[in-house]
């Protein structure tokens, strides 16, 4: 029986490798101040615009106040924007 560790590698390992930005973002939302991190399937840096328009989607209303590139650990909850 496989335990917990072995599963989780092997479910890692078979994911896609993907190409892009991890961008950490603050924000505000209903008056409070947030940070989440989203994945933007770019190889350049996503304008201040684009990371609006894609946290309106999650979070309405919402402002970012900052952001900046992030390393991923492995684990880390993220939110994967898909660029079609």
Do not use: C
Request: charged share 25%; proline share 6%.
């Amino acid at each position: 029986m496989k335990n917990l560790n072995q599963f989780y590698s092997e479910a890692t390992s078979m994911l896609p490798k993907r190409v892009g930005k991890v961008m950490l973002i603050i924000y505000m939302w209903r008056g409070k101040k947030y940070m989440i991190k989203m994945f933007f399937p770019q190889i350049k840096l996503p304008s201040r615009k684009d990371i609006q328009i894609e946290l309106s989607k999650v979070y309405p209303g919402s402002k970012v106040h900052s952001y900046d590139v992030d390393e991923y650990s492995s684990g880390d909850p993220l939110i994967y924007i898909d660029k079609r």
